[in-house]
């Protein structure tokens, strides 16, 4: 079993940790960083066993046939993954193709 994000997801992560620095969700920038890590560790070692959904049509925009799994990280917030599963030389390949949270996205699911 192999976890690989999108390019844009890679991206996407990257910006996050600046934008939760920037508007103080974090008082340090690298605590910042570490949750945006720790996220994405979390992502590569436990989806494969999460429980995943058929993702709504409204996120057809990154993928068609998507899963989405969620991930709990605080009382407040839960992060969503997207994702489609393949098959290559009887290897499980999950890719990642959107991550949003519940302050953006929960009323679409």
């Given at each position: 079993?192999?976890?690989?994000?999108?390019?844009?997801?890679?991206?996407?992560?990257?910006?996050?940790?600046?934008?939760?620095?920037?508007?103080?969700?974090f008082?340090?920038?690298?605590?910042?960083?570490?949750?945006?890590?720790?996220?994405?560790?979390?992502?590569?070692?436990?989806?494969?066993?999460?429980?995943?959904?058929?993702?709504?049509?409204?996120?057809?925009?990154?993928?068609?046939?998507?899963?989405?799994?969620?991930?709990k990280?605080?009382?407040?917030?839960?992060?969503?993954?997207?994702?489609?599963?393949?098959?290559?030389?009887?290897?499980?390949?999950?890719?990642?193709?959107?991550?949003?949270?519940?302050?953006?996205?929960?009323?679409?699911?």
């Amino acid at each position: 079993m192999k976890v690989v994000a999108l390019p844009q997801v890679r991206e996407y992560l990257k910006e996050l940790s600046q934008v939760l620095y920037e508007n103080e969700y974090f008082g340090f920038e690298e605590s910042a960083i570490k949750y945006v890590e720790d996220l994405f560790k979390d992502i590569e070692t436990t989806l494969h066993r999460r429980q995943k959904r058929q993702a709504p049509s409204y996120f057809d925009r990154f993928g068609k046939n998507m899963f989405y799994a969620t991930f709990k990280r605080s009382k407040n917030t839960q992060w969503f993954v997207f994702f489609t599963i393949y098959e290559k030389n009887n290897e499980l390949i999950y890719l990642v193709r959107h991550i949003t949270n519940n302050h953006v996205s929960s009323q679409y699911l």
